[in-house]
């Protein structure tokens, strides 16, 4: 693989025109390919209408899109029924809907949910207040400083108490991919149901929902190049069919009355109110760019060689503590780490005088800093995604050397 050479950037309007960017913050979101961008303006220039409201040809092909990108979406995620998928604003909303509509109905006071210790703030806050309001307990799953999650770990908090196990498939912090598949074959011997936290691998990766075992699953159109603002939810037909709404009015009724309501069908039950429809056509681009044009066996591969290169410079220089796993191949576009003795936040604020993007910070995700023991509950955040080259790597190492001559002279 030939990292040198760049065959994406040009495609990307904000990177083709600013070659001094380089831009290593694609776990937080995604830079947009033209075809993203032109087809959110084809949607307002030759479709513009409220879907589903009206009964007028433009509102009836707006419709069309948003269930085209639907179908498009299930297709993506081996979901059997497309009716399944619901949009939302973003992976943070499809997992508060599922805390907060669907654990009333299967919560009990004693009960349990498991999560990890490697969970977004969106795939543990939720949690935290749904066990609150049910008398539930939230156990924790703490892997090895690697990453890795144990059988016995799995084993000693997936028990008969567990009736739900959330997770994340891809750490937006450790760049791990965590053991979906095992977490949901023990929630199931209980008679749990599985939550998957997508938002980190279906930038990067293929992800089947019948293969991983899920029950529910998150992503964020942002993050795999489409808009902000679109989420994705897609859960099992029959528990989201006995689900509440978490958010209601619009077009998500059946029939009104004065002093109650009856709620359409899945999925338009959780769509209330006007959706961001130019968003969803545009994000059907987006998948459209990264499954077909680009192509995840090339994503995958280019970004193992970046991640390999970046791994070793890094490496290399001696002053930087990496996080995750030691095996730069478990890290799927993410590697973390510090600057000794230098606050990330002045790492990142030096780098970007330099044009280099990083995140630094606690990367939403506190309990995960407090349990690996990272000074100020802070980390930089190097995310690489198949359009950065092997310059984008170099310019970061440059700029960590300019930070450690900075604080720490050249001795
Ligand atoms: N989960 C994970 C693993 C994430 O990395 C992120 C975004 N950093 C989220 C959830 C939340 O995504 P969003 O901000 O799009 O809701």
């Known amino acids: 693989m030939d990292i040198e050479k760049n065959p994406y950037r040009a495609d990307f309007p904000l990177l083709a025109g600013h070659p001094d960017i380089a831009f290593l913050d694609s776990a937080a979101t995604a830079q947009r390919p033209a075809a993203v961008l032109d087809a959110q303006r084809r949607f307002y220039e030759t479709m513009n209408a409220n879907p589903l409201r009206g009964l007028y040809s433009l509102s009836v ?7 085209a990108v639907r179908a498009q979406v299930a297709e993506l995620i081996g979901a059997p029924d497309a009716r399944d998928v619901v949009f939302t604003r973003n992976t943070s ?67 008969p108490r567990t009736k739900i196990v959330a997770c994340a498939h891809v750490s937006n912090v450790m760049g791990c991919e965590l053991p979906v598949r095992r977490l949901a074959d023990a929630v199931h011997a209980h008679g749990g149901h599985l939550v998957v936290d997508a938002a980190q691998s279906v930038p990067h990766m293929p992800v089947d ?26 859960g099992r037909h029959e528990l989201l069919d006995a689900m509440e709404p978490m958010l209601t009015g619009g077009e998500m009724i059946d029939s009104v009355r004065e002093q109650d309501a009856t709620w359409a069908p899945v999925p338009e039950k959780f ?13 059907g681009a987006a998948l459209a760019y990264l499954t077909e044009t680009v192509g995840y066996a090339a994503v995958a591969e280019r970004e193992a060689a970046l991640v390999a290169y970046a791994w070793e410079r890094l490496a290399g220089l001696g002053f930087v503590d990496l996080i995750g796993p030691a095996d730069p191949a478990r890290h799927h576009g993410v590697i ?40 100020n509950l802070a980390c930089c955040r190097a995310s690489l995604a198949f359009y950065n080259d092997k310059s984008d790597v170099d310019r970061l190492v440059d700029g960590l050397t300019q930070v450690w001559g900075i604080f720490h002279g050249n001795d």
């Open 61 to 67: 092909e707006a419709t069309a899109a948003i269930a």
């Open 271 to 283: 769509e209330a109110g006007t959706q961001d429809a130019a968003g969803i056509y545009a994000t």
């Open 93 to 159: 909303e499809s997992l508060n809907l599922v805390a907060k509509s669907f654990s009333p109905a299967v919560l009990k006071p004693g009960d349990e949910v498991a999560i990890t210790v490697m969970e977004h703030h969106s795939n543990l806050i939720p949690w935290q207040q749904a066990c609150r309001a049910a008398g539930a307990r939230l156990v924790y799953l703490y892997p090895q400083q690697d990453g890795t999650l144990t059988d016995e770990e799995i084993a000693a908090k997936v028990g």
């Open 209 to 234: 929902v019948a293969a991983l075992g899920a029950d529910f699953l998150a992503f964020s159109g942002h993050k795999a190049l489409g808009p902000m603002g679109v989420g994705v939810l897609w």
């Open 336 to 375: 973390s780490f510090n600057v000794r003795g230098v606050h990330p936040h002045d790492v990142a604020s030096i780098l970007d005088a330099s044009g280099v993007c990083i995140r630094a910070g606690h990367h939403c995700a506190q309990p995960l800093l407090a349990w690996l023991g990272v000074e």
